[in-house]
């Protein structure tokens, strides 16, 4: 599944590997379009490139699916 993988990918993402972990972020969103979770980290990976408009838009997606760190986080990148 993809539990492995989302460990993977936060990981990716946390430690300052952001294009590395979108391709992974891309398939996992693919793969599972309604977990909430894929969307927060793709959003902040997207960020962390300067892609504020797409990460965003994850983050947006993310807080409307019960994320609460999307919503934290899109608050404050974002704004309201």
Not at 13 to 34: C, I, S
Not at 41 to 59: M, Q, S, T
Request: charged share 30%.
């Amino acid at each position: 599944g993809l539990v492995g993988s989302e460990m993977c990918i936060r990981d990716r993402t946390n430690t300052g590997k952001p294009n590395e972990a979108l391709p992974f972020l891309d398939r996992a969103v693919d793969m599972q379009p309604d977990n909430p979770a894929f969307f927060y980290y793709r959003g902040v990976a997207k960020i962390a490139i300067e892609d504020f408009d797409g990460g965003c838009l994850d983050l947006q997606h993310a807080a409307n699916n019960g994320n609460y760190e999307g919503e934290v986080m899109r608050k404050k990148v974002c704004g309201e």
